[in-house]
């Protein structure tokens, strides 16, 4: 089961482009990389997901190597309200189970 | 986009009570469902993977006996913690699933437990 490695914690000025790094060195060729954040007592928010090539949503960017060993959501112009804890995910093969990290608490500053 | 409701949002009990949480998928039909909890300043933790129609999979050292499923339709799974005790205070939260829709969970708002 692939694992991911994220750093426990960032900070970005508002209206800057904040960027969240996640390692997963061990995932299989037919594996999703995901992405949520959990904001305070909330359950986690989708925010995008991809498999090989990059991808583009209205909330942000997901950038994948291409040895796929590792990749970066990107929040192009983060706001207090992206303030949250962001979790890298790569599901189980063949299961769709997701097991969760540590996740990286992005702390946006005014 | 797809919405998952969780019914109680919160719930006081006192100790050998049981609890009954609900989780629905309100605008698709989910095969699967999984059942989370998170302590405090903790990561989501796995409890079981939920299949309509048939028996809960549950993680290693989660106590089925326990932490009751039932996934009685598309539409809702319901997770009922027996004879509840104060360590089994937490944040439980559902996520619901749909193969060819987008591969994607989508989590519940979350149940909070908090056991006298």
């Known amino acids: ?110 | 986009g797809a919405v998952v409701s969780q019914h109680p949002s919160r719930v006081i009990c006192k100790s050998g009570t049981s609890v009954k949480i609900e989780c629905r998928s309100l605008d698709f039909q989910a095969t699967t469902m999984f059942w989370y909890r998170q302590f405090p300043k903790q990561s989501l933790m796995l409890m079981a993977t939920s299949n309509e129609g048939s028996k809960a999979t549950y993680e290693q050292g989660v106590e089925k006996d326990k932490f009751l499923i039932n996934h009685a339709s598309l539409t809702l799974s319901t997770l009922t913690v027996t004879s509840a005790h104060p360590e089994d205070s937490s944040f439980y939260i559902c996520s619901a699933f749909s193969s060819g829709r987008t591969d994607t969970q989508y989590f519940g708002p979350g149940t909070r437990l908090t056991v006298l």
Request: glycine share 6%; hydrophobic share 30%; net charge neutral.
């Open chain 1, 1 to 110: 089961d692939a694992k991911t490695t994220q750093p426990t914690s960032m900070d970005c000025a508002e209206g800057r482009a904040a960027n969240l790094p996640c390692n997963h060195s061990t995932i299989s060729g037919n594996e999703y990389v995901y992405w949520y954040r959990q904001i305070h007592s909330q359950g986690p928010q989708y925010i995008i997901h991809g498999l090989k090539n990059n991808e583009t949503n209205e909330m942000a960017s997901l950038i994948i190597t291409e040895d796929r060993k590792s990749s970066t959501l990107i929040l192009p112009h983060a706001t207090l309200r992206d303030t949250a804890v962001y979790y890298c995910i790569v599901s189980i093969s063949g299961t769709y189970k997701y097991i969760f990290g540590t996740g990286t608490r992005l702390k946006v500053l005014a």
